[in-house]
Nanobody, 121 residues
């Protein structure tokens, strides 16, 4: 019943910026973690950044200082502000959430379908 939908991807020139959004909808009781992953062509999916309930954030070393993750708890939405984009950042970016749908239910993983980011040189 829970769905994650990403938006904001697209084509951008090197040095430009994009802001990705991910809105979670459906029956959501509590959110533990929301995160952004990405998968570049020919590479494994990797964690880009996550936002832990309570406000802690973590970033991959390669994006520190350039990417910022934030969350709007009231809207169950997570954002990824990306600046100084480079061609190596080209990838499909996926939203991920660890949440429970009701009291007593186990924590479960949910994934969005992904949004493509292409950075041209």
């Amino acid at each position: 019943q829970v769905q994650l939908v990403e938006s904001g991807g697209g084509l951008v020139q090197a040095g430009g910026s994009l802001r990705l959004s991910c809105a979670a909808s459906g029956t959501i009781f509590r959110v533990n973690v929301m995160a952004w992953y990405r998968q570049a062509p020919g590479k494994q999916r990797e964690l880009v950044a996550n936002f832990i309930s309570g406000g802690n954030t973590n970033y991959a070393d390669s994006v520190k200082g350039r990417f910022t993750i934030s969350r709007d708890g009231a809207k169950n939405t997570v954002y990824l502000q990306m600046s100084s984009l480079q061609p190596e950042n080209t990838a499909v970016y996926y939203c991920h959430a660890l949440l429970t749908t009701s009291f007593g239910n186990p924590w479960s993983n949910y994934w969005g379908p992904g949004t493509q980011v292409i950075v041209s040189s």
